[in-house]
């Protein structure tokens, strides 16, 4: 097997637990004092998103038409969000159809690009990651377990889950003031059947800095910030699976969730 795949494969597993490592803890019980302790995804839901991710890194690594290793897979109840850089288009439709094809997967959001990134702007997003991501967990208003964060060229990705919308907000404002972020994309989604963050507690609101970075929502295009929308990304339903349905307007009923595919031989 080529070596340099094996070495970028376990990169992840690399990153995992030195970020582990900076989460800071309750001296007097060693759990992590991320605001709100505890993950609203279950242990099992959470066992079964990584060995997706584990598995479709594999499936890119094992493929000659893709770069396993300028692809970043975060899975979040079945919701694959694909980053990174891509050599052609081609590259990115077969990442997709890979994802689309793998058994496990509900759906799938897109956001390669056909771009180059240099060794020093992958130092720096690893630094963006991080960096947000240790704010988050630090952050009182927020559950830092349930966002997971990806940086590609100075733009941040959130996905996750959040018990409101001013949850959810404010993940996206901590990202947006990490000095050196361009853009915040936002996949969070509201779980209403949450717990609340605390008795009578809302997100405090902050002053933005001058010239903020832009910020999108992922999948519906809902912008946190009317005037800085941008396009909405593409949304990719899986094998098997209904074709996505377009968030209704505020007041209105939920859409469903679409179902998981069947196994296309992945």
């Not at 702007?121 to 208003?141: G, S």
Request: with cysteine.
């Amino acid at each position: 097997m080529n070596r340099s795949r094996v070495v970028w494969g376990l990169m992840p597993l690399v990153a995992m637990l030195g970020l582990a490592a900076c989460v800071p803890t309750d001296s007097s019980s060693g759990a992590a004092s991320s605001g709100i302790l505890g993950e609203r995804r279950s242990p099992e839901a959470a066992i079964e998103d990584n060995m997706l991710a584990m598995k479709l890194r594999s499936y890119y690594m094992r493929s000659d038409k893709v770069s396993a290793a300028n692809i970043n897979v975060s899975v979040y109840q079945g919701a694959v969000l694909l980053t990174g850089t891509a050599a052609s288009q081609a590259e990115i439709d077969n990442a997709i159809s890979i994802a689309k094809a793998t058994r496990g997967v509900v759906k799938v959001h897109s956001e390669l690009k056909v771009q180059h990134a240099t060794f020093g702007e992958l130092t720096k997003d690893a630094w963006y990651t991080n960096e947000v991501k240790i704010r988050i967990l630090a952050d009182e208003q927020v559950r830092g377990l349930d966002i997971h964060v990806e940086t590609t060229k100075a733009v941040v990705y959130l996905t996750g889950t959040a018990q409101s919308v001013a949850e959810r907000n404010r993940a996206v404002e901590i990202a947006r003031q990490v000095s050196g972020v361009r853009e915040v994309v936002s996949y969070i989604e509201i779980d209403p059947r949450s717990q609340p963050l605390a008795p009578g507690t809302e997100p405090r609101q902050e002053k933005k800095a001058s010239s903020p970075p832009s910020t999108r929502m992922g999948g519906t295009g809902e912008a946190v910030n009317p005037p800085q929308t941008t396009t909405r990304p593409a949304t990719v339903p899986s094998a098997g699976a209904p074709a996505p349905v377009v968030a209704p307007p505020s007041g209105s009923a939920a859409p469903k969730r679409p179902g998981a595919p069947v196994d296309s031989g992945f």
